[in-house]
């Protein structure tokens, strides 16, 4: 089971930004699309946004525009910015790698937006 550290999150006020990193192993990596999930409470997780290996990049609509994911290869980390952030963001941010072997999951990063 692939293991994946998630770093960042926390509380920010609305109209902020915050940065979210995950890494895992270079294997893994390298043959994963790497991507950010999100669960708030009551609602069921959704994808927030993915880059696969060939860095092509898939964004929910409610963060297009204001959260950016990359991928740093040589890091073997995956940054999520999200930038003007709001309350609706507020949740648990999970990192997902998936690739043609599975799917892991971090335990999660929590994410609260608020005044």
């Known amino acids: 089971q692939a293991q994946l550290v998630e770093s960042g999150g926390g509380l920010m006020q609305p109209g902020g930004s915050l940065r979210l990193s995950c890494s895992t192993s270079r294997n893994i990596f390298g043959i994963s699309t790497m991507g950010w999930y999100r669960q708030a409470p009551g609602k069921e997780r959704e994808l927030v946004a993915s880059?696969?290996?060939?860095?092509?990049?898939n964004y929910a609509d409610s963060v297009k525009g204001r959260f950016t994911i990359s991928r740093d290869d040589a890091r073997v980390t995956v940054i999520l910015q999200m930038n003007d952030l709001k309350p609706e963001d507020t949740a648990v941010y999970y990192c997902n790698a998936n690739n043609a072997w599975g799917n892991a999951w971090g335990k999660g990063t929590l994410v609260t937006v608020s005044s």
């Open positions: 880059i696969s290996n060939t860095r092509r990049r």
